[in-house]
């Protein structure tokens, strides 16, 4: 959810999206009662009768905030609320709120009577990470919380609890600049966080018990940790964005500086160690071990799916010249080993992100353990010659590479090497659509077998035919469904071991973004009541919604949305501070009978502006900065932190 090598994302995207959680009843409940933050909860008990269960629910939604009321720009604002149906025919309305965990940077609880760092960063050895920039050589903190999961454990033990022990996974992505001002995007090893949370029995509400930072030196540290998925089997599933290309790393000032953050060395970081899918296990005492899977595609993973089967991934690729990526694991539970593909897009259609049939192409099979062992011994030179020019030489293929054209031939057995080490390249080789366009995060439908893909931005590659995709649409962006099949056969004719293989691919037509030809009178540059450059979806089975946080460089205050596959009914719930994105967004529907959406931002602040030559300020947030800057960085510790947190005031079991 961030920017790749060729696309600067301070230019694109920067936004801000918070933390729903939706203390909601679980199905056959007897009543549902407001949480702690939403009201009397014994008004809504004795409103409900005992023998009535919860039908059916919907959301009323909010307008933008506007400049007149400046506070709710800078800040997260809830005017939302949920309508419960029940079976008797009653109806009930409950109000929605913020409430966060922290706001990185604040010292927490770390369970064994001390305080920690939120959002902190360590190094290998896991020592805090100083700000040399700083007067008071101050520890790096993040400003961009991201992927999040929340689970629990049968047998919890972590002291101080005194309702139920439940878990979140936090990671953070990158925190955006030092002390001084400079840039710090991907120059810093990505911290993630077991948070024990002690969820009261009778509200449903959270707080924080206990923060754990996870040592993740065992897998030589986390890059640029972006979207992330709960497992099936109750496990965290990380992401690695934008690896670094292992064929320019001698010249990558970034990576050189996130090696000698890590390792007190700039050469010392293999780049063939980054770009992978990391999967975290909660331990019952709330700390975690972690693990990296060499075997799902070296690219840049975003909010990885895991069908039903717990064996079928399907994978987001946010970058330019990217593809649509599917993983079939050999066992259930078990990403390990398994057959990586890549699919083919055969277009039908070309307006508003136009519509396709898919195919898909096999990379190749392997285990974890035989591409770690690869990514250890190996240099890119040893994998693949690449060239930026025209070599002139019919041994080598263009192909398209991150927005720009690479001439490519592939060293004498080294087909399984690339397949998992350099996929973009191998995939774009092997005639897989590499056409796509910062595709972020992917959910499913498991009742109608749809899976559904956020296209953050329409643009370059998707326009333009490099890599087989051309299509039209806005630069805002669309979600698209996917229909699930089984017996599909991959393109040598062999069968793909998996009931949940998408067949097809076309816009839904509710989420289809809007751009403006002109800015509105707020500076809006796609129409605020409209989904602009959808990022983290969520699907929730029990509520029949995808929840839609947006991460983008076309609204002034990004904003998170409900969307009911049945009624088409499309619902802003929340809007974020002006200048941040919306990230962490994780939609459960039961945990102790009340279900929860949570959801993060980043980077509140960040502005889109220039000047011209009068000095007059320009872009997206021109007209607005003057005013939230100052109440941004009163909010944010001067724009240094970002929230972790849920939304309240839902229905909870009685």
Same mark, same amino acid.
């Given at each position: 959810?961030?920017?790749?090598?060729?696309?600067?994302?301070?230019?694109?995207?920067?936004?801000?999206?918070?933390?729903?959680?939706?203390?909601?009843?679980?199905?056959?409940?007897?009543?549902?009662?407001?949480?702690?933050?939403?009201?009397?909860?014994?008004?809504?008990?004795? +409103?409900?009768?005992?023998?009535?269960?919860?039908?059916?629910?919907?959301?009323?939604?909010?307008? +933008?905030?506007?400049?007149?009321?400046?506070?709710?720009?800078?800040?997260?604002? #809830?005017?939302?609320?949920?309508?419960?149906?029940?079976?008797?025919?009653?109806? &009930?309305?409950?109000?929605?709120?913020?409430?966060?965990?922290?706001?990185?940077?604040?010292?927490?609880?770390?369970?064994?009577?001390?305080?920690?760092?939120?959002?902190? /960063?360590?190094?290998?050895?896991?020592?805090?990470?100083?700000?040399?920039?700083?007067?008071?050589?101050?520890?790096?903190?993040?400003?961009?919380?991201?992927?999040?999961?929340?689970?629990?454990?049968?047998?919890?033990?972590?002291?101080?609890?005194?309702?139920?022990?439940?878990?979140?996974?936090?990671?953070?992505?990158?925190?955006? &600049?030092?002390?001084?001002?400079?840039?710090? /995007?991907?120059?810093?090893?990505?911290?993630?966080?077991?948070?024990?949370?002690?969820?009261?029995?009778?509200?449903?509400?959270?707080?924080?018990?206990?923060?754990?930072?996870?040592?993740?030196?065992?897998?030589?540290?986390?890059?640029?940790?972006?979207?992330?998925?709960? =497992?099936?089997?109750?496990?965290?599933?990380?992401?690695?964005?934008?690896?670094?290309?292992?064929?320019?790393?001698?010249?990558?000032?970034?990576?050189?500086?996130?090696?000698?953050?890590?390792?007190?060395?700039?050469?010392?970081?293999?780049?063939?160690?980054?770009?992978?899918?990391?999967?975290?296990?909660?331990?019952? !005492?709330?700390?975690?071990?972690?693990?990296?899977?060499?075997?799902?595609? &070296?690219?840049?993973?975003?909010?990885?799916?895991?069908?039903? !089967?717990?064996?079928?991934?399907?994978?987001?690729?946010?970058?330019?010249?990217? %593809?649509?990526?599917?993983?079939?694991?050999?066992?259930?539970?078990?990403?390990?080993?398994?057959?990586? /593909?890549?699919?083919?897009?055969?277009?039908?259609?070309?307006?508003?992100?136009?519509?396709? !049939?898919?195919?898909?192409?096999?990379?190749?099979?392997?285990? =974890?353990?035989?591409?770690?062992?690869?990514?250890?011994?190996?240099?890119?030179?040893?994998?693949?010659?690449?060239?930026?020019?025209?070599?002139?030489?019919?041994?080598?293929?263009?192909?398209?590479?991150?927005?720009?054209?690479?001439?490519?031939?592939?060293?004498?057995?080294?087909?399984? +090497?690339?397949?998992?080490?350099?996929?973009? &390249?191998?995939?774009?080789?092997?005639?897989?659509?590499?056409?796509?366009?910062?595709?972020?995060?992917?959910?499913?439908?498991?009742?109608?077998?749809?899976?559904? =893909?956020?296209?953050? /931005?329409?643009?370059?590659?998707?326009?333009?035919?490099?890599?087989?995709?051309?299509?039209?649409?806005?630069?805002?962006?669309? #979600?698209?469904?996917?229909?699930?099949?089984?017996?599909?056969?991959?393109?040598?004719?062999?069968?793909?071991?998996?009931?949940?293989?998408?067949?097809?691919?076309?816009?839904?037509?509710?989420?289809?973004?809007?751009?403006?030809?002109?800015?509105?009178?707020?500076?809006?540059?796609?129409?605020?009541?409209?989904?602009?450059?959808?990022?983290?979806?969520?699907?929730?089975?029990?509520?029949?919604?995808?929840?839609?946080?947006?991460?983008?460089?076309?609204?002034?205050?990004?904003?998170?949305?409900?969307?009911?596959?049945?009624?088409?009914?499309?619902?802003?719930?929340?809007?974020?501070?002006?200048? +941040?994105?919306?990230?962490?967004?994780?939609? #459960?529907?039961?945990?102790?009978?009340?279900?929860?959406?949570?959801?993060?931002?980043?980077?509140?602040?960040?502005?889109?502006? %220039?000047?011209?030559?009068?000095?007059?300020?320009?872009?997206?947030?021109?007209?607005?900065?003057?005013?939230?800057?100052?109440?941004?960085?009163?909010?944010?510790?001067?724009?240094? %932190?970002?929230?972790?947190?849920?939304?309240?005031?839902?229905?909870?079991?009685?």
């Amino acid at each position: 959810m961030h920017e790749s090598p060729d696309l600067s994302r301070r230019r694109l995207l920067q936004f801000l999206s918070s933390a729903p959680l939706l203390p909601l009843a679980g199905a056959g409940s007897a009543s549902l009662l407001l949480s702690a933050c939403g009201g009397s909860s014994a008004s809504a008990a004795a +409103a409900v009768p005992p023998t009535a269960t919860l039908s059916a629910v919907t959301f009323s939604g909010m307008p +933008a905030p506007v400049l007149a009321d400046a506070a709710k720009m800078a800040t997260t604002t #809830v005017g939302s609320a949920l309508q419960a149906s029940y079976s008797d025919g009653s109806k &009930r309305s409950y109000t929605l709120q913020y409430q966060t965990f922290f706001i990185t940077g604040a010292m927490v609880p770390n369970g064994s009577g001390g305080t920690i760092l939120a959002g902190g /960063y360590y190094d290998i050895h896991n020592q805090p990470i100083v700000d040399k920039t700083d007067a008071g050589q101050r520890q790096f903190f993040s400003d961009c919380p991201d992927g999040t999961s929340l689970l629990k454990l049968d047998a919890p033990t972590v002291p101080g609890v005194k309702g139920n022990t439940v878990f979140a996974v936090v990671q953070f992505e990158y925190t955006t &600049r030092n002390v001084a001002g400079t840039s710090m /995007y991907g120059m810093l090893p990505s911290p993630i966080a077991v948070l024990t949370l002690d969820q009261d029995k009778t509200t449903g509400a959270l707080s924080l018990v206990k923060y754990h930072n996870v040592d993740t030196s065992a897998v030589n540290g986390l890059w640029i940790t972006c979207g992330a998925s709960r =497992s099936p089997w109750n496990t965290h599933l990380s992401s690695e964005e934008y690896e670094p290309d292992a064929t320019t790393i001698a010249s990558n000032s970034q990576f050189a500086a996130f090696s000698t953050n890590l390792f007190g060395d700039a050469t010392k970081a293999n780049p063939y160690h980054y770009g992978h899918l990391p999967e975290v296990t909660v331990n019952p !005492d709330g700390t975690a071990s972690i693990k990296k899977h060499y075997c799902m595609g &070296r690219l840049s993973h975003e909010l990885v799916q895991v069908m039903p !089967d717990e064996r079928t991934a399907l994978m987001g690729d946010d970058a330019t010249n990217g %593809g649509l990526f599917m993983f079939v694991a050999d066992r259930a539970r078990d990403l390990s080993s398994g057959t990586l /593909y890549v699919a083919k897009w055969a277009q039908k259609t070309s307006d508003n992100g136009g519509s396709a !049939d898919l195919t898909w192409i096999k990379l190749g099979s392997a285990t =974890s353990a035989e591409i770690k062992a690869l990514a250890d011994t190996l240099k890119a030179a040893d994998i693949v010659s690449v060239k930026t020019a025209d070599p002139a030489d019919a041994s080598y293929t263009q192909i398209p590479f991150s927005g720009k054209k690479n001439w490519v031939k592939l060293m004498p057995g080294m087909e399984k +090497a690339a397949a998992f080490l350099e996929t973009h &390249r191998y995939a774009a080789l092997k005639g897989g659509s590499m056409g796509f366009t910062k595709m972020e995060g992917t959910t499913v439908n498991a009742k109608d077998k749809i899976a559904y =893909s956020a296209m953050s /931005y329409i643009n370059g590659a998707m326009k333009d035919g490099s890599g087989g995709v051309k299509v039209a649409g806005p630069s805002a962006g669309i #979600v698209y469904g996917l229909n699930l099949k089984g017996g599909q056969q991959d393109t040598s004719g062999a069968a793909i071991n998996s009931d949940w293989v998408p067949v097809d691919m076309a816009a839904v037509p509710a989420l289809v973004g809007e751009d403006l030809a002109t800015p509105d009178a707020l500076g809006n540059l796609a129409n605020p009541d409209k989904v602009a450059n959808p990022d983290n979806i969520k699907f929730s089975e029990k509520l029949r919604t995808l929840f839609i946080g947006e991460d983008s460089g076309l609204h002034v205050n990004n904003f998170l949305w409900a969307y009911n596959v049945d009624t088409k009914a499309l619902t802003r719930l929340l809007s974020t501070p002006a200048g +941040a994105e919306s990230t962490g967004l994780h939609a #459960v529907d039961d945990i102790n009978g009340f279900a929860y959406i949570m959801s993060n931002f980043q980077h509140p602040g960040d502005w889109e502006v %220039g000047k011209d030559a009068a000095g007059n300020l320009t872009g997206l947030h021109a007209k607005v900065m003057p005013t939230l800057d100052p109440l941004i960085r009163a909010n944010y510790r001067d724009r240094f %932190g970002a929230a972790v947190g849920y939304l309240t005031g839902l229905p909870v079991l009685s």
